[in-house]
């Protein structure tokens, strides 16, 4: 909602209902992220407040004049994966997006004292989602099979020194004039990890449009220079399962075939770049 702020001021309010007993704790953690950020010239819009009622989470943020893409161009991932390079060393927060990954990739637990470090009460759920994937249908099963076998040796990740914005393949998160990206939004989720976390969702965007198949090869290039070949086979496997678990859990079952399609196609290309 757009609202003034002593009359003259634009703003924007977004408001959500509470998930969960640590929604606020959740919502300031990106305000922090989010100012971090800004200081380090990455194109965020300042958070105004955050606060909470008995049954919402909200944040205010300042209005950027730019409007959100309808699409992610060639010109416009190749401007994202620069703003990406504003993430490298930047993590902040301990909510960590790249050993989450590696739990999904892998289905397993990283040898800890028994808490995962860093994860989200939604995050759980999602692996408790994920981990139940295989019993939807046959083509979906040989799909996570192959995902767990490609990960099966892969190690723990043993740092996350970057910030992840973890949404920022989402064209509507992207605001544009001119051609031109003037800020990246719905920073909610950021915390830290690799920076590849983000390539590899403009990777996985990139296969729904021919035209993009230049750019996505820069975006393996980039991020097997990040993490090497096992790392990106962990984000684009963790990536792949996501993309599985949304619409079937929300049983979009017409989309599904789609998704496994696409999936077989990435790890095929990850494959032939090992």
Not at 167 to 181: E, I, K, Q, S
Request: hydrophobic content about 45%; aromatic content about 4%.
């Amino acid at each position: 909602m757009r609202v003034q702020l002593g009359g003259t001021t634009p703003a924007v309010l977004k408001a959500v209902p509470r998930a969960h007993d640590h929604h606020l704790d959740e919502t300031l953690r990106a305000q922090r992220v989010a100012e971090h950020m800004r200081r380090h010239g990455y194109p965020t819009p300042a958070w105004l407040g955050v606060g909470a009622t008995a049954t919402h989470v909200w944040h205010l943020m300042e209005l950027v004049d730019a409007a959100p893409a309808s699409a992610l161009t060639p010109s416009l991932i190749e401007q994202l994966m620069e703003i990406i390079e504003l993430q490298a060393g930047q993590a902040s927060e301990p909510y960590d997006h790249w050993s989450y990954a590696w739990r999904v990739a892998t289905g397993q637990e990283i040898p800890t004292d028994g808490s995962a470090v860093g994860e989200t009460p939604e995050q759980s759920g999602l692996r408790r989602s994920i981990a139940g994937l295989a019993g939807h249908s046959p083509a979906v099963s040989v799909l996570v099979e192959r995902v767990r076998l490609l990960c099966a040796d892969a190690p723990p990740p043993r740092d996350a020194p970057d910030m992840v914005h973890a949404d920022l393949a989402t064209p509507n998160n992207v605001l544009v004039r001119g051609g031109a990206v003037v800020a990246v939004v719905d920073i909610g989720n950021a915390g830290s990890g690799t920076r590849a976390t983000d390539l590899t969702a403009l990777a996985w965007y990139t296969f729904q449009d021919p035209l993009l198949d230049g750019v996505r090869r820069r975006l393996w290039a980039r991020t097997l220079d990040l993490v090497g070949w096992e790392g990106t086979a962990v984000l684009a496997a963790a990536h792949i399962l996501h993309m599985l678990e949304i619409p079937i859990r929300g049983g979009r079952q017409k989309v599904v075939p789609a998704v496994v399609g696409r999936g077989h196609r990435a790890l095929d290309e990850l494959n032939a770049l090992r």
